[in-house]
């Protein structure tokens, strides 16, 4: 017997409704869904052709560009996507510059996402990874040349309903960044070699239904968080000075549920304690040593506090009307700086975002989004009184001209300034066309 057919997801992210299936859908579904029992084969292509106003993040005299990247990849679907399943995803990345050829380059991205739920229980996981030589942009913006980096994130959780009313839950969260470039062939003043991170927190919770669709989730967080620098040691280069790694408890509060009949999502804000767990080192004098007829560097050991602060998770959902989604998200962290092993800040991300079908046959969405993102540094370190700000906002229409194949234009604005002389403050445009094909 033939298994029933999976829901069909959003192409690229932009469409909020699924069309109805008509005979040359069925037959596409054959060609670009090959079943095996309960897995699904997926083969599918994303292709985004982007005009960039200024590929190297730069201040003054930017170079435009036009950016194409190529993801053909497949998907492999085990379950039912309306059901319980697991869903695994790779794609090559190439990224091909039309004028800066030798920036062209081939990487890759994967995907994971889990569900699973009986009765009292529900098991999620959501994991990306990518590879691909690229610039830096965003606060990393005076560095002109590619950088290898590999981005690993990595969600998982356990819910289980222990009445109707009481709920306990277990989140676990992974992040790894690592960067591979020749950082000291650059010009002394763009030596920013950076540090690779990696990350993990464990947090408990136990929810109450308070009335019905919502509930409030007391919850205690443990984690660590470490940088290593990408460069031998070098007493005349603070960027490459090791960095002790820090842990931190979180104590806080989470709401999450269907608030209104239009209103849903989840808001939790909490305390956090932080510390260092050992010591930095810094640069005290040069001193001759007789012995050797050289001159040796000499260090000292200090300690240095991480302050708590309150932090935040939030997101909300609003339906204004049957074709309108708004969306409203807030995040406020402490992290480590990946440029120097004696700074910290605080990021604060604020995202609006509002997708509208137009129509009555669901086949064309539109969207405008924003957000704002500033980073804080602390008052002790390198970096102190340092603050940086980007803004980002975008427009964009999508256009599914079948259920397997979706057209996409978007235009976006993105610009970055800050306190401190080392980061390029830059403004970009980019105009997007993307095609995307498969289910």
């Excluded at 205690?220 to 070098?234: E, K």
């Excluded at 001193?287 to 240095?304: C, I, K, L, M, S």
């Excluded at 969405?365 to 500033?374: C, D, E, N, P, Q």
């Excluded at 603050?387 to 906002?393: E, K, N, R, V």
Aim: glycine residues 8%; hydrophobic residues 35%.
């Amino acid at each position: 017997m033939r298994p029933r057919r999976p829901n069909l997801p959003r192409a690229a992210g932009l469409l909020a409704a699924t069309a109805a299936c008509a005979a040359p859908a069925r037959e596409a579904y054959d060609y670009l869904v090959h079943e095996v029992g309960p897995v699904t084969l997926r083969p599918q292509v994303d292709i985004l052709s982007t005009f960039n106003s200024n590929v190297f993040y730069q201040e003054d005299d930017p170079d435009a560009d036009l950016v194409t990247t190529f993801r053909p990849g497949l998907r492999t679907v085990y379950g039912y996507l309306d059901a319980n399943y697991i869903s695994l995803e790779y794609a090559l990345s190439g990224l091909v510059y039309a004028s800066n050829s030798e920036l062209n380059d081939l990487g890759h991205v994967a995907k994971l996402l889990v569900n699973y739920k009986t009765a009292r229980a529900t098991i999620t996981a959501n994991g990306a990874f990518e590879q691909q030589d690229s610039l830096l942009g965003g606060f990393f913006g005076r560095i002109r040349e590619t950088v290898d980096r590999l981005q690993y994130d990595q969600q998982a959780g356990l819910r289980y309903e222990i009445s109707p009313r009481t709920i306990v839950a277990l989140n676990a969260t992974v992040e790894l960044t690592d960067y591979t470039f020749d950082f000291g062939s650059l010009p002394p003043g763009q030596r920013a070699y950076l540090y690779d991170g990696f990350g993990w927190t464990v947090s408990g919770s136990a929810g109450y239904v308070v009335r019905d669709k919502i509930t409030v989730f007391p919850t205690v967080t443990y984690g660590q968080f470490s940088n290593t620098p990408n460069a031998a040691f070098d007493p005349f280069n603070i960027t490459t000075y090791p960095s002790p790694d820090l842990e931190l408890y979180n104590f806080g509060l989470r709401v999450e549920g269907e608030f209104t009949p239009r209103l849903s999502g989840s808001a939790q804000f909490g305390y956090e304690l932080r510390n260092y767990l050992d010591s930095f080192i810094r640069f005290v004098d040069l001193v001759f040593n007789p012995g050797t007829g050289q001159f040796e560097a000499v260090f000292e050991r200090y300690d240095e506090d991480a302050p708590g602060g309150m932090v935040a998770n939030t997101s909300l959902t609003y339906l204004p009307s049957p074709k309108g989604t708004a969306t409203l998200t807030y995040q406020r962290r402490f992290t480590l700086s990946r440029e120097v092993s004696n700074s910290a800040y605080t990021a604060d991300t604020v995202a609006l975002g509002y997708q509208h079908q137009l129509g009555t046959r669901g086949k064309w969405v539109a969207g405008l989004s924003f957000s704002f993102t500033a980073n804080d540094y602390d008052d002790a370190g390198t970096f102190a009184g340092r603050t940086d700000y980007l803004y980002f906002a975008r427009a964009d229409v999508a256009y599914r001209i079948q259920p397997w194949i979706t057209l996409g234009l978007s235009q976006d604005y993105q610009t970055v300034t800050s306190s401190s002389a080392t980061v390029s403050e830059y403004d970009i445009f980019r105009t997007g066309f993307r095609l995307y094909i498969g289910f």
